[in-house]
């Protein structure tokens, strides 16, 4: 490359300069796709996003079209583009479509058209965060966004209706406090969930909070594992009494106990599965492998890195990893996943593992021994997750005098007062009462569980929290359900309430209203979903169901339980496994609603 004439001397040393200068701006177009002349053919892309550039580079030359999302991180990769982000904070704008897909790599949604304003999701891995975090968080948010949190499905928690004028400021904020939101939206490996009783746990195979924790800030500080072909999820569990929801996840570490004569060591293991998405009626596919705990980062890793190099760059709906496993096949994806290790993973037969303890559905709410003498974990009943300023602050103070000074988050929208002593029980349990609260909660109402809905998420059909409000005002002294139940509402086909495996499971859609055009909001009701060893898909009861109409619904339905049980002890999933979705519909519009 030649440097033109310039009209200002310069030294050989600084044309030097420029002319490296130059040929780097040059190879950097070309790495990202976006010219450069006769140099673009022969150029390899080089730096941390190459692999993600070369998957995009191989879709283009079977002549696809890049996903829009795809093309968005080509342009311009969120984590350089934070100047942007500063300025439109500063001017009150918002976002781009293109910039509101790039600052999710912030944690940051814009969800107009539901409100003029960003969510922001947090990463706290394993769920577990300290009480100073907690009241920290809420002095925070208090005075830049809505004055109030939600623990999510992923043992996580969330902040809304916050003015682009305060992003900046809520997500630095965030980072003040030892706490992050990096990643934890768009094609990104979202928040680690582990058992929330890690370490505390009498029944647990291991403590999965050094495993979490570990994958997390591997995540953290490698830019190549951002900007997936879709977002990721990771899971561990180590077969505590509240379930994690493991076989949910893409990746799914599940404690076992290994035993003797089977060609490996024995002892307690990480069993592998991968591909589960129940949004999509699917759970993590068994593998056979077993992994060493010390060895569960190497391993998520080379999948994920497996995963870029496969995923579907070009269609969103079939970008998950489900997919690449339904196409090239189990065995042919586990290849790759060992070829990026260099070596082979071990695998034993289902018989060489020991029967993992039971869960008990019951467990986040309520008080409960540690396997430590003389202390307890205290379930708190939060109203479909959501806690206010105030709240947050109290059970920081809570936590801090009369518990170990952690709050663990679950899966199932609450969180637990870990170490609690015998003799500060019962001062814990009033204060939690004194801010509002409850550790107890009905069989329907610790299950229920709901979306944000479209009262904050511009994806979702109906409002769900309102109407799973409604549904739990409704059944709640109506009818005694004596059994563990579980009704989540989701607002839309991403299933983030994983509607598909709840004993009840509502999906929202827009309801035909007469012969006319209109509609009104309401839902597909399905039964009989299951996580765990009884992991399956719930079966549709109802189709098209209005949302007004949905707490007599649920009334009626769990009334044919009752009636119809085989015994008192059948559950309610067991009942509706043992009829298909016309049966259960004619039993409960056989019930009449009080």
């Not at 009209?7 to 701006?25: A, C, I, N, S």
């Not at 190459?50 to 311009?76: P, W």
């Not at 015994?567 to 019930?591: I, M, V």
Request: glycine content about 10%.
């Amino acid at each position: 490359m030649k440097i033109d004439t310039l009209p200002v001397e310069f030294t050989d040393e600084q044309k030097r300069y420029l002319e490296g200068f130059t040929t780097g701006l040059q190879i950097s177009r070309v790495g990202r796709g976006l010219g450069g002349g006769a140099a673009k053919a022969n150029a390899e892309p080089a730096g941390p996003d190459a692999a993600h550039v070369k998957a995009q580079d191989l879709a283009l030359a079977s002549g696809k079209k890049l996903a829009d999302q795809e093309k968005f991180k080509r342009d311009e990769h969120p984590f350089d583009a934070y100047p942007r982000l500063k300025q439109q904070a500063l001017t009150n704008a918002p976002p781009s479509p293109a910039d509101n897909f790039r600052w999710r790599y912030y944690g940051l949604f814009y969800v107009a058209p539901a409100q003029d304003s960003y969510m922001c999701r947090l990463r706290i891995p394993n769920g577990i965060l300290k009480h100073w975090q907690l009241a920290g968080l809420a002095d925070l948010i208090e005075p830049l966004c809505g004055p109030f949190s939600h623990v999510t499905t992923r043992a996580n928690l969330q902040v809304r209706e916050i003015p682009p004028k305060n992003a900046v400021a809520l997500i630095e904020g965030i980072q003040d406090l030892g706490l992050c939101s990096r990643g934890s939206g768009a094609d990104n490996i979202r928040n680690v969930t582990g058992t929330p009783t890690a370490g505390i746990d009498p029944q647990e195979l291991i403590d999965t909070r050094e495993y979490a924790r570990e994958w997390h800030f591997h995540i953290l500080n490698d830019r190549s594992l951002y900007g997936l072909p879709r977002k990721f999820n990771v899971a561990f569990d180590g077969a505590g009494r509240i379930a994690v929801l493991e076989d949910t996840n893409d990746i799914a570490f599940a404690g076992v106990e290994v035993k003797d004569g089977f060609g490996v060591e024995p002892g307690v293991w990480f069993r592998l599965g991968i591909g589960g998405i129940t949004g999509h009626k699917d759970f993590a596919k068994e593998t056979g492998i077993i992994v060493k705990p010390a060895d569960a980062t190497k391993v998520a890793d080379a999948i994920v890195r497996a995963f870029i190099d496969t995923g579907d760059r070009t269609n969103r709906l079939k970008a998950r990893l489900k997919y690449v496993i339904d196409n090239i096949g189990m065995e042919k994806f586990l290849g790759l996943v060992e070829a990026k290790l260099g070596h082979a993973l071990p695998r034993v037969p289902p018989e060489a593992m020991a029967p993992r303890p039971a869960f008990d559905r019951m467990a986040h709410i309520g008080v409960h021994k540690q396997k430590q003498d003389g202390l307890n974990w205290i379930g708190v009943a939060l109203p479909l997750g959501k806690a206010t300023c105030e709240q947050m602050r109290g059970l920081a103070r809570i936590a801090a005098d009369f518990g170990d000074g952690e709050i663990r988050l679950t899966v199932w929208q609450n969180l637990l007062i870990s170490g609690v002593s015998d003799t500060n029980v019962e001062l814990a349990v009033k204060a939690i009462e004194a801010i509002g609260l409850s550790i107890t909660a009905s069989n329907i109402r610790a299950g229920l569980i709901a979306c944000t809905g479209n009262a904050g998420c511009k994806f979702a059909a109906s409002d769900t929290k309102a109407h799973a409000a409604a549904i739990g005002d409704w059944c709640d002294g109506r009818i005694e359900v004596d059994t563990p139940l579980n009704i989540h509402l989701t607002g839309c086909h991403h299933s983030c309430a994983q509607h598909y495996i709840s004993d009840i499971g509502l999906i929202a859609a827009k309801v035909p209203v007469g012969d006319s055009d209109d509609t009104v909001e309401g839902y597909h009701l399905f039964a009989g979903g299951g996580f765990g060893p009884d992991a399956d898909i719930g079966h549709e009861v109802y189709h098209d169901l209005k949302a007004e109409d949905a707490p007599q619904t649920v009334e009626k339905l769990l009334k044919a339980y009752l009636a119809h049980r085989a015994n008192p002890s059948e559950t309610f999933l067991t009942f509706a496994r043992r009829h298909d979705g016309e049966s259960l519909r004619k039993l409960a519009d056989a019930e009449t609603s009080s």
